[in-house]
């Protein structure tokens, strides 16, 4: 409780989203490093002929996600950072790194659950209702940066939904109540991603982070 500031808290769904005390959340501002939006899950999967496959038994494309080819096309050999954030996780998230935004895309939809089994039964991710925005970086290119709804969350709260300079750490939004997912797409031949990271994705191991962590670097 008392890494929490608890001011002004009158419901249940106030605490949920309650914020950490900033100096538990450091952002890492080193130019070259490519940081964590959020607390969270994290699974990191190469993009192959615009499909991802987040588990095993389960697949979805680029363009089933984003409703837009052409921008899905421009992620092919790039990354897609996938963020789970369970109940227990911080529910507010940050820009991951400096740039312009775009207005963000809302697409409509329903709200399963996103644990691992249910990715299993079907693309949730391309399913569930999602709100998105493309940031144009100077070190990491055009990025988007994408927040998934799931079973129990009441809304995508985004502070800025219009176009506009953003900062990294900058806080872009919070989930209300419920489980809920974070998904960043990397253009290819602009990042390197830590090893560890990559080689636990390949095994289908989530690994834990937190907002502001460096999880690699660009390519120079």
């Known amino acids: 409780m008392e890494d929490y500031i608890l ?18 959340r450091p952002v890492d501002l080193e130019a070259n490093h490519l940081i964590t939006p959020c607390d969270g899950l994290l699974k990191v999967i190469p993009i192959k002929n615009g499909e991802v496959f987040p588990v095993k038994q389960s697949i979805f494309t680029i363009n089933d996600l984003l409703k837009d080819k052409a921008l899905a096309d421009s ?36 709200y399963h659950t996103v644990r691992p089994i ?31 709804g799931a079973m129990l969350v009441g809304r995508i709260v985004n502070e800025q939904p219009s176009s506009g300079e953003v900062s990294r750490g900058e806080e872009k939004g919070h989930f209300e109540y419920g489980g809920s997912t974070i998904i960043v797409l990397v253009p290819p031949g602009k990042a390197t991603i830590d090893s560890s990271l990559l080689e636990a994705s390949a095994k289908g191991e989530e690994t834990p982070v937190v907002l502001g962590q460096q999880i ?3 390519i120079s």
């Open 7 to 24: 001011d002004d808290i009158g419901s249940f769904n106030d605490f949920f989203c309650r914020r950490i005390k900033p100096e538990l």
């Open 75 to 110: 992620f092919e050999g790039g990354y897609c950072l996938v963020y789970r954030l369970c109940v227990n996780h911080y529910h507010r998230y940050s820009y991951f790194e400096t740039g312009k935004k775009s207005q963000d895309v809302v697409i409509p939809g329903v």
């Open 216 to 218: 690699g670097t660009t």
């Open 118 to 148: 249910a990715l299993e039964a079907g693309p949730v991710f391309v399913q569930n209702a999602r709100q998105y925005t493309v940031i144009d970086t100077e070190k990491f290119g055009s990025c988007v940066q994408m927040e998934v």
